[in-house]
C-alpha cells in the first residue's frame, strides 16, 4: 500500500496486515484505497481479491491512474472498476477514446453473503481487462488510450467496517511479484 497520505488519503480508515485488507471506519462512505504497484505499460499480468468478509458486499475493486487522489464517496470517473454488490463494471462501453466511465451492468448482483475471488486480467497491449469470478470470465472492458497512457494502480473501495480483502496474487506475464504493503 502507498503510505503516501497526500495521494491515499483513507489510509487510516483500514487495517492493512501483509496481504489482509480490513476496513476499520469512514461512517459507512466509500473510500478507495489505492496499492503501491504500478501495472505494465505493455504485456499481461493479473490480479486477484478475494472478498473474505462483507456486511452486503459493498466492495469495489478495479485498476485506476496513480496520479488520481481519491474523494470520499465518489468512485474515479477515470478509471475501471467492478462493484461487486451490484454485478456492475464502471467504464467506457468499449470506446478507447473516452475519458470518463460509466456504470453497465455485466452479472447478477452478489447476494448477501456472497463471497469469493475477483480477478482482473490486463492485457495492456491489446487496451483489454477480463473480469472474473472464481475463475470465470464474466465481463470485459476497454482500458482507454488515456489509461494507456498513464502509470496505473489496482485499488479496493469498501463501506462497511470490518469488509475484509485479500489480495491473493500479481503476476506480470514474465515473473510473479507478492503485492507488498508498505
Not at 497512457?149 to 489496482?154: A, F, K, M, N, Y
Request: with cysteine; glycine share 6%.
Amino acid at each position: 500500500m502507498s503510505l503516501d497520505k497526500s495521494t491515499n488519503p483513507f489510509l487510516d480508515f483500514y487495517d492493512v496486515k501483509k496481504d489482509t485488507i480490513v476496513k476499520t471506519g469512514g461512517n459507512g462512505l466509500w473510500h478507495i484505497l489505492k496499492m503501491n504497484e504500478v501495472l505494465p505499460s505493455t504485456g499481461k499480468c493479473s490480479f486477484a481479491m478475494k472478498v473474505a468478509e462483507s456486511e452486503i458486499n459493498c466492495v469495489e475493486i478495479g485498476i485506476m491512474p496513480q496520479e488520481y487522489t481519491p474523494v470520499e464517496n465518489k468512485i474515479c470517473e477515470k478509471g475501471l472498476g467492478f462493484h461487486f454488490a451490484n454485478g456492475k463494471v464502471h467504464d467506457t462501453k468499449g470506446s478507447k477514446e473516452k475519458r470518463t466511465t460509466a456504470w453497465r451492468a455485466v452479472c447478477e448482483p452478489a447476494a448477501k453473503g456472497t463471497l469469493g475471488t475477483i480477478e482482473l486480467d490486463v492485457d495492456a497491449d491489446n487496451q483489454m481487462i477480463h473480469w472474473k469470478f472464481e475463475g470465470k470470465v464474466f465481463a470485459k472492458s476497454v482500458i482507454t488510450s488515456y489509461l494507456k497512457e498513464r502509470p496505473c494502480v489496482p485499488y479496493i473501495s469498501a463501506v462497511h467496517v470490518k469488509d475484509t480483502v485479500v489480495v491473493e496474487r500479481y503476476n506480470e506475464s514474465t515473473s510473479s511479484i507478492p503485492l507488498e504493503h508498505r
